[in-house]
């Protein structure tokens, strides 16, 4: 079977699409509404983690083939072998987004980082076709 890869970077389209949007609503606070600027400044501070992945642009990827399945993330890099994932769940979160995590054969547990995953339903079907068991839990808190 082909093997499923997947790479992406911290400075996408939509990111910069929803600062400029944010930076306008904001500005247009302070000039339309006379916003006090401490107010405004407290808002800015939101948007920072996202402007710090525009700034550093960090590659991550994903790659799943029938023997294993890697990932990096900025400086880590990590490669498991599929005999070791007992089971792998997709949690979707209050606000939508989906975390992996892959149950292990000695019991521990492995949260995949979320910039590296591809679109859940994706991965989930490349698993399946692969024989990884997987679960799927919706809005989960934790």
Known sequence: MQEFSYKTSGRTTRTIIVLVLVYSALAALLVVFDAAWWLVGGLVIFTLPALWDIAIDRPSSLKLNDQSLGWSSGNVTQELPLEQIVKARFDTRLDFSVRVTLFLSSGKKL??????????????????ERGVVTERHHFSLL
């Open 111 to 128: 949260r995949l980082p979320y910039d590296c995953l591809p679109p859940h339903k994706t991965l989930e079907r490349a698993m399946k």
